[in-house]
């Protein structure tokens, strides 16, 4: 019989995070240009791009970019949910931790997957 170490991931671990990231990227090709543009830039360009470059490269208004990023994001969630993987990793301001001022919600588990550096965009 095999045995596995308590630290391992859990089997199966592996293709889950495929599988989750194949969805992200479904739902995210979904998502008209511009924010699928804005989304990839926060989210997947290393490094980060600031808000300042970010705005002149997509030719808009640097006070529009947050604003736009949260009705990209509540649109991402539409269309995970649409896509049937649900929304759980993508979270809002009104989620019950983040008014309890607890931390923001997060990843709960080992290998789920979130985009790099999301908590320095908060």
Known sequence: METFAADQPAVGADLEMLEEQALLRLALSRLPEGCRRLLSALYYEDP?????????????????????????????????????????????????????????????????T????VEKRR
Not at 106 to 112: I, L, Q, R, V
Not at 114 to 117: F, G, K, L, N, T
């Open 48 to 112: 980060v791009p600031d808000y300042a470059a970010l705005a002149r490269r997509l030719h808009m208004p640097i006070g529009s970019l947050g604003p736009t990023r949260a009705r990209c994001i509540e649109r991402m969630r539409r269309a995970l949910g649409e896509l049937g993987g649900g929304a759980e990793g993508i979270s809002t301001p009104t989620d019950a931790t983040f008014k309890s001022g607890g931390s923001p919600p997060g990843p709960t588990t080992p290998g789920e």
């Open 114 to 117: 979130v985009p790099r550096d």
